[in-house]
């Protein structure tokens, strides 16, 4: 193998080990080749490998970026399509619900100390927006603290393909946490419930119970997705109610 064949091989074991993030800012040219102990002409032939393949995309003046799994074949068009279906919500939740258990399972585990070091931080910074009075976070923020707690999790089970699973539908998945917190978290007693679904997730991983965070991490999508469909068809109720009342005018 050539050492920009190396060179290119090795960058994509840091991006399916998750070292390098999708969306992610490739370090500088100095520290690639400090990193992998290869030449300038190496590492840009490896990047050039890179870039040929989709793995990598580089804007003049920036520099190269991982792209998502999803822009290397023909996912793209069908992301769109699951976007625009109502229901894709509920489907997500039962994906999520498959996929999420099990990477929490896999996290209690496998989660090295450095693992959980950023889950505590993500848990922590999702805690003090929740509970800070003159946060100023929007409906989405708060999705996104929320899904970055989630992600923190999927990537402590250090199975790579799980991983990038969840990776390539993270927009898509992030719609399901932006449903969440828009419609659910302005209802106290099931906010309560979604704060104490999220506590049991993240004790059970401190506490490295695999069955226990299995447990806590299906109960929470299971009852996000079933306080979202409860509150679809009360809508549904109100709507025929009104119907029967004023009828078609």
Known sequence: MHIADQVAAHIERLIVNSVLKVGQLLPSERRLMDKLGCSRTALREGLRILRGKGVIRTEHGKGSYVQPIDALGDAGPLMHL?????????DLLEVRVLLEAEAARLAAMRATSADLIMIRRQYAAW?????????TATANEHARRDHAFHRAINEASHNPVLVHMLESLSELMLSTVYASVRHLYVRPETKAS???????????IEARNP??????????VVGVRESLRELELEDERIVRADMRLNGWD
């Open 211 to 220: 069955q226990s965070a299995q447990f806590a991490a299906r109960a929470h």
């Open 194 to 204: 979604i704060d104490a679904q999220h506590a049991a997730l993240f004790e059970a």
């Open 82 to 90: 699951f976007s625009s279906q109502p229901r894709t919500l509920f």
């Open 127 to 135: 805690q003090h927006a929740q509970g800070n009075p003159a946060s």
